[in-house]
């Protein structure tokens, strides 16, 4: 992992290069915030959807919505302190896997695969394994232009909108192949399909979420994990990890699998965990990060829980440009 300098001080331990003159450094936050609700009355282990903290929607996800208890105060002669509690699942919003997440069966186990015993956990990874350079791969505007044909909206019916694995308007071997002289030991490969503005659809139900849209929805799909692998083969490299701003990051129908026992289903998770591969979901602000035209590096803020498969996580963008005179270093942050 190489260090970003800024005159003779190491700032941060990032993919970004190494330079000798001031830098403008921007911030993006690629982060949804987690909706938190309280807890329900006749069940304090349940959200009551009905009591959103501040201005929270459901989200469609794996487990329950997030709860917040009430607030805890403690006493001090000048005033008070508030803490709270939260119970949240590990794989809500947007959020790391750890190559534990799956232990998959020796039919999907290939050859060289780390044994699922020996999967790294949350606490088990390291800095430079959850930073690294960024290669963006950008197809929204097929994303886009698919939408096109209903107005905009996803369907879940493939007549009308398709994002299967047929379709050219999700992530492919050629958009892989397309940036393969840019993919690096330590690298993190960020697709952006434009899916995050579907991501706040004020349900939690998967049968009515525009982002679970009937899981027809854009992102790696099967070939492109494949060719993943093919390229850090020939380069003997291992890539940090793949993310995207979409549901589960596989597409749709990798997701699902071939059948509805989700036979030869999730192929960047079942084939990349067995790597030592890490993934991120669930990201936004793409748009910011592809408006960008330096070198980007991803920081993902991951919890260290001992055995954890993964968790909520503040994930940033590093971005940095070389100025030519001496002005005075810029800190920018981004946000929605």
Known sequence: MKKLIIGCTILLTVGCASVSQPNHLEFIDLSHPIP???PSKSDANKPDLNQPVNNSTPIAGF??????????KWATSQGHFNSRAILIQEHNGTSFNAPNHYQNDENST?????????????HQLDSEQLTGNIVLIDV?????????KNDGKPSIDLNITDFSDNSQATIRAAD????ADQITDGSWLVGRVGWEQFYFSATEDWDKSQYVNGLNHPGF????IEEIIKIMNEKKIKISGIAADSFSTDSG??????DDKWSNAWPAHVRLYQR????VENLTNLSLLAQHQGDCSLMVGALNHVGGTGGPARVMAVCEEQVKNNEQVKFIHRHR
């Open 221 to 224: 799909t099967g070939e492109a």
């Open 276 to 279: 030592d591969i890490l993934i």
């Open 36 to 38: 938190t609700f309280s």
């Open 253 to 258: 129908q990798g997701a699902k699998g071939s």
């Open 140 to 148: 929204s505007n097929r994303v886009k232009a698919e939408l096109a």
């Open 110 to 122: 290939e050859k060289g695969a780390i044994p699922s015993s020996k999967r790294k956990a949350a």
């Open 176 to 179: 892989i192949r397309a940036v």
């Open 63 to 72: 487990y329950q919505q997030a709860i917040l208890y009430p607030i805890d």
